[in-house]
């Protein structure tokens, strides 16, 4: 009876929080022209002097738009809307730039981001080795003693001109006294000796983590290197040992990170878990940052089991805690995954030859399946290659059997990046989505040594899922693999090239520019059960929007990574502007923690392009 009132409570203060800021009047897509024909008066918003690209395939491009009670209230011409505007409408001349929907990523792990944000120095956007040690020695000026410098993922050595990563012994001559931690995508982690020194791991096991490995000298002094054999438990056991910021600090890094977020012109994201975010523990902050009205970017989440053997009763724990749908337009609780079951866990280090799913994986997973379904709980899971998913859409399909041939509404596989047409064919006639992300334009060519150039230009076959008519999101897995900015995502969608420039895809597998934003958008929201309700700029949808700085439509292929936005909308409201449109600015946040943050020097996106 208390374990009852337990979960009761805490799933009262779940949707109380959630209810708590910024909700919308919640209504049905099927009825969204019929209420808004009812409503009378001016704007609340006008854009006008747009190039819209609204992702309406009815009504693909607009000049302006009115906003209404957080949502579109009507597009169209210049003229279609000077009507609305009011004694207290407000006006924004977008002069000329072109204006999509808000960006959605389908698959990140931000929430976790936000609780390290001010911490991590990040190499995202650096074309060089040179550049990158540099980068690290004025951190060594500037970081306290006894205090870490980490830069964890983003980067690929790809993208460098020196097509190398930096060695051991250049970090420690530009480290000596600092430890010093590189988490490089989740294939190894470089550590200085000051970080082995403080870590003590010259005198661990090589096999302190299950399927990882701390290399060792024939003197066994640990190298510097740590290994995912494949699991990459060591590496993220690694970063629990750092300092960690106060919960103070974690709600402003929150916030500022979804700055950052709006910066480069997203609303909204699908958030996946991830190691070390517990369920409901590791999201007292976002529910904290939301509760205070302080949110700037929509957030769905999903539960992620950490401990192998305990997957069961987990989710037999948070059944009892929370159901799907509870919460609102800015916070709401989605299902189950990325990670259902760890033996039903492909690893994605494609430099690496292909893992095997673990030898039980039925009898782990299929109990799992079966009570999610059981209890309408919608689940996404990530699947790398064909063969697992082989094994595991078997169990998918028998679950399926069981009830009306179908799997609870929304339920989708992440990444998908080697699925022949075979497999496609059976997530089509299940219903399943396939969230897509960039993350294999950071490891082209040690893709092509494994699988061949071949192989590469169909992984992941994104027009066939397209053509087969199967549910597709774009996004980015960041921040530990990719980077968090969208734009290198659309980038990829739309030239099909690497980080590191080869031409991975043909014409056969690569979109439009609109088509690959339409999946940033539209595509995105089938993934929070959002289909209908916003990615598009269209009445009735949330009116989320951004301004973009240069017309994405029409730059070279190369400038597209350099998009953001100069003024963001979310419901309407302003969440981010500057340079022509800084009279619209909200006010700045507080300055970020700690005060030694590396984002104080090279900073991060916003930092690049705005100054």
């Known amino acids: 009876m208390e374990n009852k009132t337990t979960n009761n409570m805490r799933r009262r203060d779940f949707i109380k929080g959630t209810m708590a ?38 009504a693909p491009n607009a000049e302006a738009f009115a906003i209404k009670d957080g949502k579109f209230y009507r597009v169209g011409s210049n003229s279609e809307v000077s009507d609305l505007i009011g004694r207290k409408t407000k006006v ?27 911490l991590e120095l990040r190499w995202d956007w650096v074309s060089s080795v040179e550049e990158a040690l540099a980068m690290l020695a004025e951190e060594v000026k500037h970081t306290p003693k006894g205090q870490w410098i980490r830069i964890v993922g983003g980067f690929s050595w790809e993208q460098f001109k020196e097509k190398r990563m930096p060695t051991l012994e250049e970090i420690n001559k530009v480290a000596p006294n600092h430890p010093v931690y590189i988490f490089y995508l989740y294939a190894y982690g470089m550590l200085n000796r000051k970080a082995i020194e403080v870590l003590n ?33 060591i590496m993220y056991k690694t970063l629990t040992k750092l300092p960690k910021m106060t919960r103070p600090q974690q709600v402003l890094g929150t916030q500022h990170f979804m700055n950052e977020m709006n910066a480069l012109g997203l609303t909204s994201l699908s958030d996946a878990g991830g190691g070390g975010m517990q ?19 929509r957030v769905g989440i999903h539960t992620f089991p950490q401990v192998g053997g305990r997957e069961y009763d987990d989710y037999k724990r948070w059944i009892g805690m929370v159901k799907p749908g509870d919460g609102n337009d800015m916070y709401r609780f989605i299902g189950g995954g990325e990670n259902i079951a760890w033996a039903a866990y492909d690893y994605e ?24 379904a059981e209890n309408n709980w919608p689940w996404r899971q990530h699947v790398t290659y064909n063969e697992s998913a082989q094994i595991l859409l078997d169990m998918y399909e028998e679950v399926a059997a069981a009830g009306d041939g179908k799997l609870p509404k929304g339920t989708f596989i992440d990444h998908g990046e080697t699925f022949n047409e075979r497999t496609l064919e059976r997530i089509a006639k299940l219903d399943l989505g396939i969230a897509i992300q960039n993350r294999i334009a950071y490891q082209a060519e040690d893709f092509v040594k494994n699988y061949g150039a071949a192989a590469l230009a169909q992984t992941p076959p994104i027009k066939k899922m397209l053509k087969m008519g199967i549910p597709v999101g774009g996004g980015t897995d960041a921040t530990r693999v990719s980077s968090y900015n969208p734009w290198y995502s659309i980038h990829w969608l739309a030239t099909g090239q690497s980080r590191g ?11 439009t520019r609109e088509e690959a934003i339409g999946l940033w958008t539209k595509g995105s929201a089938w993934f929070t059960g959002d289909d209908g309700k916003k990615g598009q700029i269209k009445e009735g949808q949330l009116a989320d929007f951004t301004i973009l700085n240069q017309d994405v439509m029409e730059v ?16 309407g409201k302003i969440v981010h502007a500057y340079d022509d449109f800084q009279k619209f600015a909200p006010p700045a946040l507080p300055d970020v923690a700690p005060d030694w943050s590396p984002l104080y020097r090279t900073g991060d996106f916003r930092k690049l392009y705005l100054g």
């Open 279 to 297: 369920y409901p523990d590791a999201y007292d902050v976002i529910q904290d940052v939301n509760k205070q009205g302080l949110s700037t970017v």
């Open 556 to 571: 070279p292929d190369a400038l597209i990574p350099r998009t953001h936005s100069k003024l963001t909308g979310l419901g």
């Open 349 to 372: 280090i494609f430099a690496q030859q292909r893992p095997n799913l673990e030898p039980n994986v039925r009898e782990v997973a299929l109990p799992i399946y079966k009570l999610l």
């Open 92 to 118: 924004i001349d977008a002069k000329g730039h072109r204006v999509i929907p808000g960006l959605n990523d389908s698959h990140t792990h931000g929430v976790r981001e936000g609780l390290h944000y001010g």
């Open 501 to 511: 420039g080869r031409q991975m895809y043909g014409d056969d597998n690569i979109l």
């Open 21 to 58: 800021v910024g909700a919308s009047t919640l209504i049905m897509p099927s009825v969204f022209g019929s209420a808004f024909s009812q409503i009378q008066g001016s704007a609340d918003l006008v854009v006008r002097n747009a190039k819209v690209t609204t992702i309406d395939p009815k």
């Open 201 to 233: 791991y010259d005198n661990e096991p090589i096999d302190l983590y299950h399927k990882g490995r701390i290399e060792k000298d024939r003197n066994g002094r640990a190298t510097g290197i740590i290994t995912a054999a494949p699991s990459g438990l």
